[in-house]
């Protein structure tokens, strides 16, 4: 009994870290739904809410390709309530383009501002603010006593925060996770129009209590599929695409 016991001690000291680092039962059911292959990556499979997320993006098209992914972590967070700020140096993101993500724009509030600075005490303040349900902010530099206090204000708050970063220099964040995404070629599908549905490359560099990977994934439908490609190189549709291509044709 005493070897059970301290088995069950352990696994519920455990379960109570991953809680207070964001990995909590999902209340987004739908968020965690839509990750497909990568949620495999945390912990029971939870995407940690109420914790910072740190993104790479060295080039601006590596930018807009973190913008979209993010836009579609944000849909499900936001599909029943609250709102989220944007926060960057300079206006990037077309507001309408949000909607092919399942986003309303004016539940989105973006705000410019010049410094830099300015960019991260904004993040700071929106951060501790509940009534929110995420922070995204753009920025170059990201100090580790900065992304501690970052991490610190969602502990409290519970709001989820998205840091897309063009580093000058990589350094260590206290952020529970690091990416990197980058733009894929989109493939038309079979008998539908238009140039296909967003891909990318998306690598997990870091996740606190979770695995890192690469997965090349699709935005279609309202969340995240695998791509698979043959040996040609030409993706092969799956089965959520091959459903999604019949519903479309049967109106």
Not at 31 to 57: M, T, W
């Amino acid at each position: 009994m005493i070897p059970q016991k301290r088995a069950d001690i352990v696994a519920e000291l455990q379960s109570d870290i991953l809680r207070i680092q964001g990995f909590k039962p999902a209340s987004f059911k739908q968020l965690c739904a839509g990750l497909g292959p990568i949620k495999s990556a945390f912990p029971n499979d939870i995407f940690p809410l109420g914790a910072v997320h740190e993104f790479l993006a060295e080039h601006s098209e590596d930018s807009a390709a973190t913008s979209g992914f993010i836009a579609g972590l944000l849909a499900p967070l936001m599909s029943h309530r609250g709102c989220a700020l944007w926060i960057s140096s300079s206006p990037k993101i077309f507001p309408p383009a949000l909607k092919s993500f399942g986003l309303e724009p004016d539940r989105i509030i973006f705000i410019h501002l010049r410094k830099e600075q300015d960019v991260l005490w904004a993040m700071d303040e929106a951060l501790k603010c509940g009534a929110l349900t995420a922070v995204v902010a753009e920025m170059e530099e990201l100090s580790f006593t900065n992304s501690r206090r970052l991490q610190l204000a969602v502990e409290h708050s519970q709001v989820t925060g998205f840091v897309i970063r063009k580093p000058r220099k990589l350094n260590t964040t206290a952020c529970v996770s690091r990416w990197k995404i980058t733009s894929l070629p989109s493939h038309a599908l079979e008998g539908l129009p238009g140039i296909g549905f967003p891909q990318w490359k998306v690598e997990l560099l870091r996740v606190r209590n979770g695995t890192i990977g690469v997965w090349d994934v699709r935005w279609m439908d309202g969340k995240f599929i695998s791509v698979v490609s043959s040996r040609s190189g030409q993706s092969i549709p799956s089965p959520q695409e091959e459903q999604f291509i019949q519903r479309v044709k049967a109106g």
